[in-house]
């Protein structure tokens, strides 16, 4: 073809033939800095938003499986904390939910899948109330520091809780337990630990009756409503002669919840820390 002629057609919408160079050039340098796509499996713990101080969820799962894909430098790269997997229950009060596993991701990663997809579970209130403690350790017998504790937790599990109990070395571990010792693990206890008021050989447990002395002569008891009984552990010779636990308590005028001290022989100890309702008025 004659130069003069070749170069007639390349004028011909010239500026066409140059956008498509340009979108051939583009293309092939995307292609060329796009490496392969792979998958990738993180396990992450699911956070829960959306709840007051007040709510906890009963029943979710603490970790779900979040599968992603995308460029392998991005993706193999990838550090797991910045993959956030969350339960939303806003909105949700108390009851059975069903609610989506979502998944906030990092520019770059795609969502392949998330187990489990969805979590079906309840809203519980929040309770609190004080249980005593007892302490276990085998072959010898311990009495804790403190005698009672905080726990808090949902509502069903925490009216569940018969006792605590501290168990293992020093400090002592301290769990909730049910009337049947079954761990509850929802439950969380404050102090988590307790110390080791006293620590001997293992003692006899025996239940005796609580008796208390009667006011001074100007004084007269209109009601009083004490426990008949309290419990308490000490070696079995010391035991076998103690018949009632004698007990103090401050004798006024008026309607009013006191702690009963206890008079114990050396070497027995309570596991009971006894409270009386007095309604006292001067005597006529």
Same mark, same amino acid.
């Given at each position: 073809m004659p130069p003069l002629r070749l170069w007639e057609r390349l004028k011909h919408r010239w500026q066409a033939k140059v956008l498509s160079v340009l979108a051939a050039?583009?293309? /092939?340098?995307?292609? %060329? #800095?796009?490496?392969? @796509? @792979? #998958? *990738?499996a993180l396990e992450r713990? $699911?956070?829960?938003?959306?709840?007051?101080?007040? *709510?906890? &969820? @009963?029943?979710?799962?603490?970790?779900?499986?979040?599968?992603? *894909?995308?460029?392998? *430098?991005?993706?193999?790269?990838?550090?797991?904390?910045?993959?956030? =997997?969350?339960?939303?229950?806003?909105?949700?009060?108390?009851g059975p939910f069903i609610r989506p596993v979502r998944v906030q991701l990092p520019a770059g990663v795609a969502l392949s899948e998330v187990v489990? &997809?969805?979590?079906e579970a309840r809203v519980e209130r929040v309770l609190e109330r004080e249980l005593n403690l007892y302490a276990f350790r085998p072959n010898q017998a311990l009495v804790p520091e403190p005698r009672r504790v905080r726990v808090r937790g949902p509502a069903t599990e925490v009216r569940r809780a018969? +006792? &605590?109990l501290a168990l293992g070395g020093e400090p002592l571990a301290v769990v909730?337990?049910? &009337? #049947?010792? =079954?761990? $509850?693990p929802g439950v969380v206890v404050e102090p988590a630990e307790a110390g080791v008021h006293?620590?001997?050989?293992? $003692?006899?447990? %025996?239940?005796?009756?609580? =008796?208390?002395?009667?006011?001074?002569?100007?004084l007269s008891v209109e009601k009083v409503e004490v426990p008949r009984t309290v419990?308490?552990?000490?070696?079995? #010779? $010391?035991?076998?002669?103690l018949a009632f636990v004698a007990g103090e308590v401050? /004798?006024? @005028?008026?309607? +009013?919840?006191?702690?009963? %001290?206890?008079?114990?022989?050396?070497?027995?100890y309570a596991l009971d820390s006894p409270w009386g309702r007095f309604v006292v008025v001067p005597a006529r």
């Open positions: 050039f583009l293309l /092939w340098y995307q292609l %060329k #800095e796009t490496g392969p @796509v @792979v #998958e *990738r713990p $699911l956070e829960i938003i959306g709840l007051g101080p007040d *709510r906890v &969820a @009963v029943g979710v799962p603490e970790r779900v499986l979040v599968r992603i *894909r995308g460029e392998a *430098r991005i993706v193999e790269g990838l550090k797991p904390e910045a993959v956030l =997997a969350y339960l939303d229950l806003s909105g949700v009060e108390e489990p &997809a969805r979590v018969a +006792y &605590a909730a337990v049910d &009337a #049947e010792g =079954a761990v $509850l006293f620590a001997g050989p293992l $003692l006899t447990l %025996k239940t005796l009756p609580l =008796a208390l002395p009667g006011p001074p002569p100007e419990r308490v552990v000490g070696p079995p #010779e $010391l035991l076998a002669d401050e /004798w006024r @005028v008026g309607s +009013y919840l006191a702690p009963i %001290k206890l008079k114990l022989p050396e070497g027995v």
